[in-house]
């Protein structure tokens, strides 16, 4: 793990100092987090990162987990769905119910034992009615929204919201994803470590030998696509994207992502791609686990042109991971991706397949500008899309609790 | 004058900043008008000083998320210049910018009766900026320490200092100038400081160039 000084090479001393003197003024709180999971999907991948570089600046940070079993996570699952507007996940009353009893199993095992509560998503969201017990006024709640409810099933958002409502905060990744609430909403967005694995500095030799074990050719360009192989993340589209550039500037398509055994859904779409290929030389399709970490940050870093052609997306982290390795980007204008692209400036956004194309193959004959808009976006995403960032926001959104709604706070 | 002893030191600050949603937005003009009508302080800084914070390595794309919406999403471009050309420095206070804001609006307006409505992912939201103005605890006596310490600080030191003084002081003045010339004299150094427009500059521009200034009279 990261010491919280090897940040300061990146984002400046000054940086790395300020945090220090804002984490001081938390002196003697402990933060306690509290989600679903230890391993697995994108906030326990922050959680890792995040709760160790909270105790390097002295803040005494906690992770808690609640229980579940087999039963409840299906029903979160649908609950999640369901958020993100998909039409067919609906909850039953019966499933409500069993939500609510095991809830209140964690609310009697669990010890909430922080000054601030910090809960990550729907699934411990009903921890918040420990809030009335005898003892417990002094203590902050907040909610960490980190999915896009702003097409939620009303049905569900409205059982969540009498939860929602009891804390004292609540956080959301974008002003797109959030939905009128009676507390106060901040907007923190999500960010990319830039020491971890995924996104550390490579030399030539790991990325070479990456390319050798695919056999993928560095002397010829590369168009790439990392994503799981999921239809809302259009690989197929990919594909069309890649024949129609290919007809004026030879190149090679990268697809890498995962298909999970347990989702069909996956598989099914990872058989598409293959079929969609065709046996095409040049179209790599790669199925890769989801520890293979330095394998997709050297495959990044390998690629002339990055795409990230989604339907649907939720904040699009993987865009953020492209520019900051310095790649020139095109990625759809949905979820996110907006945010961390500046049309032109700092990459370029597009909305179908013929104006990926187009955007390809500007950018393949004209390195110049592909190296400008990858500049652009490094300086983006070091500016605003690094875990030092999102660090201090969370230090300043903790700070915000122990003062009533104040616009501005003297520390 | 790197020996000589101010009286009073310098005192530093950094002004942070974390971003809250009001819950208002716009999908057209008439909507838009409505929300700066509406709109406080704490939103008006937000919108003229975000784009700052986010682009502060590389120049802004335009000065204020005003002119941004306005220009790149209802597509309005006369408008848009005309709402990014504002000169932030020209005003004493808040509410003057939001009644110039207001004027431009109500003008263009009443000129062009159809203007576009756009689609809810496209709106405009108004967010407000909880601020935070935090003592470093650092003090210069010298220039040489004034400069040794604005090196050792973020961009954020030149939020309270160079932006929000401005505001605070009402009239168009910062705090470094304010303590150079009242502290060593040095009109001079205090008024090129004070032409530095800092809506003009990147982040770090502003900040080398005023220790590049202070450098030459130390």
């Known amino acids: 793990m990261n010491s919280i000084n090897d940040y300061a090479e990146i984002v400046g001393k000054e940086t790395v100092d300020e945090l220090q003197e804002i984490a001081s003024h938390l002196e003697g709180k402990v933060i306690q987090n509290i989600n679903s999971t230890a391993v697995g999907g994108g906030v326990a991948e922050i959680l890792s990162r995040m709760i160790p570089l909270l105790k390097e600046v002295n803040v005494k940070a906690e992770w808690d987990f609640i229980k579940g079993g087999e039963?409840?996570?299906?029903?979160?699952?649908?609950?999640?769905?369901?958020?993100?507007?998909?039409?067919?996940?609906?909850?039953?009353?019966?499933?409500?119910?069993?939500?609510?009893?095991?809830?209140?199993?964690?609310?009697?095992?669990?010890?909430?034992?922080?000054?601030?509560?910090?809960?990550?998503?729907?699934?411990?969201?009903?921890?918040?009615?420990?809030?009335?017990?005898?003892?417990?006024?002094?203590?902050?709640?907040?909610?960490?929204?980190?999915?896009?409810?702003?097409?939620?099933?009303?049905?569900?958002?409205?059982?969540?919201?009498?939860?929602?409502?009891?804390?004292?905060?609540?956080?959301?990744?974008?002003?797109?994803?959030?939905?009128?609430?009676?507390?106060?909403?901040?907007?923190?967005?999500?960010?990319?470590?830039?020491?971890?694995?995924?996104?550390?500095?490579?030399?030539?030799?790991?990325?070479?030998?990456?390319?050798?074990?695919?056999?993928?050719?560095?002397?010829?360009?590369?168009?790439?696509?990392?994503?799981?192989?999921?239809?809302?993340?259009?690989?197929?589209?990919?594909?069309?994207?890649?024949?129609?550039?290919?007809?004026?500037?030879d190149c090679q398509l990268i697809l890498a992502g995962g298909a999970a055994d347990d989702d069909p859904e996956g598989m099914e779409v990872y058989k598409e791609v293959l079929e969609k290929a065709d046996g095409d030389k040049d179209i790599f399709i790669l199925n890769l686990p989801p520890t293979s970490n330095i394998e997709i940050n050297a495959i990044q870093r390998m690629s002339t042109v990055i795409l990230q052609k989604s339907i649907k997306e939720g904040f699009g982290l993987t865009v953020s991971e492209s520019l900051w390795k310095k790649k020139p980007t095109i990625a759809s204008a949905v979820g996110g991706i907006p945010l961390q692209i500046t049309h032109k400036y700092s990459g370029l956004l597009s909305r179908t397949i013929e104006g990926t194309a187009l955007y390809a193959k500007q950018l393949l004959q004209n390195p110049e500008y592909a190296d400008k808009l990858g500049l652009n976006g490094h300086e983006h995403v070091k500016n605003n899309f690094l875990i030092t960032r999102h660090l201090r926001d969370y230090l300043l959104l903790f700070i915000k609790t122990q003062y009533n709604n104040e616009n501005i706070i003297y520390l | 004058m790197s020996n000589v002893q101010a009286k009073y030191p310098f005192r530093f600050f950094v002004k942070l900043s974390l971003p809250q949603l009001t819950g208002l937005f716009a999908l057209n003009l008439n909507d838009f008008l409505k929300g700066i009508r509406m709109s406080d302080d704490a939103i008006l800084y937000y919108h003229t000083h975000h784009f700052l914070l986010q682009f502060h390595n590389t120049a802004p794309a335009a000065p204020n998320d005003f002119a941004y919406w306005v220009t790149n999403v209802l597509g309005e471009n006369l408008l848009g210049e005309q709402l990014a050309g504002i000169d932030m420095f020209s005003f004493n206070s808040m509410e003057e910018f939001k009644q110039k804001l207001i004027e431009i609006i109500e003008n263009f307006i009443t000129k062009n009766k159809k203007t576009r409505q756009v689609e809810m992912s496209s709106r405009f939201n108004f967010i407000k900026s909880v601020t935070y103005v935090m003592d470093t605890k650092k003090y210069a006596y010298s220039l040489n320490d004034f400069v040794n310490i604005l090196q050792s600080l973020s961009i954020y030191c030149l939020y309270y200092h160079f932006f929000e003084s401005s505001f605070r002081l009402k009239e168009r003045k910062n705090d470094f100038s304010m303590w150079i010339a009242s502290e060593f004299k040095l009109t001079e150094l205090a008024d090129k400081i004070n032409n530095l427009d800092p809506y003009t500059h990147t982040m770090n521009e502003l900040k080398n160039a005023i220790i590049k200034l202070v450098k030459q009279y130390q």
């Open chain 1, 71 to 249: 039963r409840f996570f299906e029903i979160t699952k649908k609950i999640h769905n369901s958020l993100h507007g998909v039409s067919d996940a609906v909850i039953t009353k019966e499933e409500f119910n069993y939500f609510d009893k095991i809830t209140n199993d964690n609310l009697a095992d669990m010890n909430l034992n922080g000054d601030i509560i910090f809960i990550h998503d729907p699934q411990p969201i009903g921890l918040i009615a420990a809030k009335k017990r005898a003892g417990f006024k002094e203590k902050k709640f907040i909610w960490r929204c980190h999915i896009d409810i702003s097409s939620a099933n009303t049905n569900t958002f409205n059982f969540l919201k009498k939860y929602i409502e009891l804390y004292d905060a609540s956080v959301f990744s974008s002003p797109l994803f959030s939905k009128k609430l009676k507390i106060p909403q901040m907007l923190i967005s999500p960010s990319i470590d830039p020491l971890s694995d995924k996104n550390k500095e490579l030399d030539k030799k790991q990325i070479d030998e990456v390319a050798n074990r695919f056999n993928i050719d560095l002397d010829r360009k590369i168009i790439t696509q990392v994503s799981r192989f999921d239809r809302l993340k259009d690989p197929l589209g990919v594909i069309d994207v890649y024949r129609l550039v290919k007809k004026y500037t």
